[in-house]
């Protein structure tokens, strides 16, 4: 869904159930399936949509605690915006840094013959994720 979100996904209406609940723990890992950013405006539009997403998971329980991950593959401009978002509302941040592009943390040795799937996260770098993620959530 990510994937259509510059022709108008709207991130928040997905998430409205799971907002509702008033989770706890919230981790916010997002943007590996959004296209590569054509204009400003659409850098712009997925900061946003990061910051008001986050917002509302807040606003729907303010002691829930809130992690912002970075993408797994390195994107500057992902990066930034999720870390900004953050930022803004003085909640973690986990940076896996450009740890997604060593072959390690991918699923190459896993058996996938597809080379766009193996170069999802594997054993190592779902590991490495988790571990990064709740060292922000309880640090």
């Not at 002691?63 to 803004?88: C, G, M, P, Q």
Request: aromatic share 10%; proline share 2%; no cysteine.
């Amino acid at each position: 869904m990510e994937k259509e979100f510059l022709s108008g996904y709207d991130i928040i209406d997905l998430q409205m159930q799971d907002i509702a609940w008033k989770p706890h723990y919230v981790v916010i890992a997002a943007g590996e399936n959004v296209a590569a950013f054509k204009h400003r405006r659409e850098e712009e539009a997925w900061g946003k949509a990061l910051y008001d997403l986050g917002k509302a998971y807040k606003h729907a329980n303010p002691t829930a605690r809130i992690v912002y991950r970075s993408v797994f593959w390195n994107n500057d401009i992902k990066h930034r915006l999720a870390k900004e978002a953050a930022a803004k509302l003085g909640v973690a941040f986990a940076d896996l840094g450009s740890r997604g592009d060593e072959s390690a943390m991918q699923a190459h040795n896993s058996g996938f013959k597809h080379e766009g799937v193996a170069m999802h996260p594997g054993d190592l770098g779902m590991a490495m994720q988790a571990e990064l993620v709740l060292n922000a959530m309880f640090d």
